[in-house]
């Protein structure tokens, strides 16, 4: 579903690459999480494979589609939550969703009906018709969830998306990202929560220094991480190690 | 105090822009290059104002000889500069209180309370006193020059120092409370824009009834007759600014009066400052404390009323709706909107009741039989101001950080630059279209020459258009914190008003050789050559479009 071969990015002209010759297979219906330490590359890779940054060499495939030869026909497959919410302050939260709608070509029907939905779930009936300037941080990343789910992706990819998110929210949050795994579709998430990794999570990879270190499901990361009692303890070793 | 001094440099620095001044030095030889031209350009256009500004100083010096009181110069020098920088101090400090966006980051340092208010107070301040510096410097020198007073212009200098406090001590006091007004409006935003705009109007309409009643040749009379008869000047500036008495006791009298005179204004401006600061620290940091709250009433979304279209329509109404909410966007983008048909209306209307009306009926008169002239007057005019827009030469930096939403969307680039364009052409024709209308009224070309000049506006608007997004697409200016930056800041926007000049120029070219031959034939021409020349910008647009888009990285 998602598939990224010998990617690597260096930013200007700097000595040290960001991402250094990553390799990532992700299956149908996964959810993977993507750890690290700051610095490590993940918002990198992410920008990679959302088209923000080209990459410097590597492929990347998009539910068989090649972002790089063929960018739109990929981009139509990925919605993406940045980890800052930055967008147009100045429109509503329904015409930004609107926008969003009418770029990727959502079709009336299933629009209103999602819409409907994600306004109801996290409680922003009113908030829609504000201004995105009044929003707060959190309010701001679950309009950016609805925009991202309008057109129902195959793939899902979202950057740091916890933070700024209330318990309920959170929770909520995590509700759909089990539900678009169960409809066939991959959500692809880095985090600095290892529990939520750990619990939500079919695989992990950890990234340190733009190289992905380690990669498997919770059981596989503790057994080659000599039988560590918990994540915390393996991202610890393992990131420990590297320096 | 030490203290003080630390957060009056910082917001002094942030303000003039020195940390990324001395980015750009340090960074390398490109951005230096970028950073001189820059400079040279705003030399060009300072010097362009102020040779205007000699010369009218130059009448008014001669008027007041003919009054026979040369000293009412120096009147006139001080009362009006303080009315002046009434006007600069309150753009100023609104600058300052209303766009800064570090004012919430501020309010969390440890200062005492007040310093926010007097470091606001001080700034606006100094960029007054470089602003005085500018409106008396120039008049100090005709003085000299003229008169032949070296006293007086040493006397003007140290005059310099106080001579702003107590104009911007009164546009704190005007603007302050001004923004508390506007806090509570609903549609804050509009409001501000409207306010800019008719303030914008009446500054320019004023002007040009002013320089319309002016007659060549005959300035200085006019002055003298204005300041004598219209005007009574002595009483004016007496009755407008009263203190600008003692300026004037200062600058000429050579004995205690003088001395006496300094005292008093010393005196006046510190009593003028105490009474601002008490008057205005409070109310400003309350303002601070509640800046961005609305108080609207709120309303449920109702999603049957979504609305459908498609993504190069959605990028054109996303343009649209972003300039016109945000009073920067709109003052500085759409000024010639407003400009255009206030321009023609000013000089063929407002003058039709003096002579140089008739003057210029005749003009049109005259030029009847070479109707290819009055085309390219016509042409001229509009095109001169439709070239002032700022809306496609900052769209990409206006993205700023939401850049990132047009290259995560699958729309393709050309797709989303083609809403840009849509964006563009229709504010380049809200003020084309009412300007070609005004115009056709007051000089009445005949269809064939209309539909001409309307031919070649098209496809002008369209070259500006075109060449005007490539420009900024080049190099986005994407990393500003405020809106002011994205188009004020920009150089693109000045390069973008250049090239449209020139451009405006490449089209009338082929009548202007051909005038000799056959005009006919080159109306024909420069229609011909202008839709070419549209159509080629046009290409080196989209492939510009796919070269460059992918490398713009946020
Ligand atoms: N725009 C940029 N220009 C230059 N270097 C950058 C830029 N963005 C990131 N980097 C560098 O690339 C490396 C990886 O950064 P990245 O943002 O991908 O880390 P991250 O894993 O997302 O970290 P965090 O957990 O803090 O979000 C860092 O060393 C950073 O300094
Ligand atoms: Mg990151």
Known sequence: MLSIREVSKTYGKRQVPAVDNLSLEIKEGEIFGFIGPNGAGKTTTIKMLTGILPPDKGSILIAGVDLVKNPVEAKRKIGYVPANPNIYERLTGMEYLEFIGDVYGVPYAERRERINKYMKMFEMEFSFNEQIRSYSHGMRQKLLITGAL?????????????????????????????????????????????????????????????????????????????????????????????? | MNKFKKLLFFRLKNMLGIPQLKYMMRNNEKSRLYLAGFILLYLIVASSLLVPYFLILNFAYEATEIMGDTTLFISLLASSGQILLLFSG???????????????????????????????????????????????????VVYLYKAGDAVVFVKGL?????????????????VIPIMHILNRFKHKDIVA??????????????????SSRMQEGQEAEFFAKLFSERLDLPKLSKGLVPYSAFMKELMVNERTGGIASFVILIALSAVVVLVTYLLCKRLYES????????????????????????PRLAFCK?????????????????????????????????????KEALALDALVEAFRDKPYILLYIFYGFVMLLTSLNLVPSTSFSREGQHFWLTKVIPVPYVEQVKGRIYASVIFYLCCCVTMT????????????????????????????????????????????STEAEAV?????????????????????????????????????????????????????????????YELINV
């Open chain 2, 318 to 354: 996303k343009e649209l709706k972003l300039i016109l909410r945000s009073p920067v966007y709109a003052l500085n983008c759409l000024l010639n909107v407003v400009l255009g048909p206030l321009a023609v209306i000013s000089i063929f209307k407002l003058s039709t009741d003096s």
């Open chain 2, 90 to 140: 309150i753009l100023y400090s609104f600058n300052s209180l209303y766009t800064s966006r570090d004012s919430e980051f501020l309010l969390s340092l440890p200062f005492p309370r007040g310093y926010l208010f007097l470091t606001s107070y001080v700034i606006a301040y100094i960029m007054n006193f470089f602003t005085s510096l500018l409106l008396l410097l120039p008049g100090l």
């Open chain 2, 193 to 210: 824009t409207v306010a800019g705009f008719v303030l914008m109007v009446l500054f320019i309409a004023s002007n040009m009834v002013f």
């Open chain 2, 488 to 548: 004020k800041r920009n150089f693109n926007a000045v390069i973008g008003m250049l090239l449209s000049l020139v451009l405006v120029v490449v089209n009338a070219l082929p009548v202007v050789l051909s005038i000799k031959v056959n005009a006919d034939f080159g109306i024909a021409l420069s229609l011909a050559i202008s839709i070419a020349i549209a159509i080629f910008l046009r290409n080196v647009l989209m492939r510009l479009v796919n070269e460059r």
């Open chain 2, 287 to 310: 303002l601070l404390q509640r800046a961005g709250h609305a108080g609207k009433k709120e309303k449920a979304v109702d999603v049957a009323v979504i609305k459908v279209g498609n």
């Open chain 2, 437 to 480: 209308v005004l115009l056709q009224f007051f000089i009445r070309l005949k269809l064939v020459y209309f539909l001409s000049v309307i031919v070649l506006i098209l496809a002008s608007v369209l070259q500006i258009t075109y060449m005007s997004l490539a420009v900024d697409l080049i190099k986005p200016k994407l990393h500003w």
């Open chain 1, 150 to 243: 309008m057109h129902n992706p195959k793939v899902w990819i979202l950057d740091e998306p916890l933070t700024g998110l209330d318990p309920r929210s959170s929770f909520l949050l995590k509700e759909q990202m089990k539900e678009h795994k169960k409809n066939g579709n991959t959500v692809f998430f880095s985090t600095h929560i290892l529990e939520v990794a750990e619990k939500l999570c079919d695989r992990i990879g950890i990234i340190d220094k733009g190289r992905l270190v380690l990669i498997g499901t919770i059981e596989e990361l503790k057994e080659k991480a000599q039988k560590n009692s918990s994540l915390e303890d393996v991202f610890m070793t393992i990131t420990d190690q590297e320096g």
């Open chain 2, 158 to 174: 140290v005059l310099s120092i106080l001579y702003p406090i107590i104009p911007v001590s009164l546009s704190m006091i005007i």
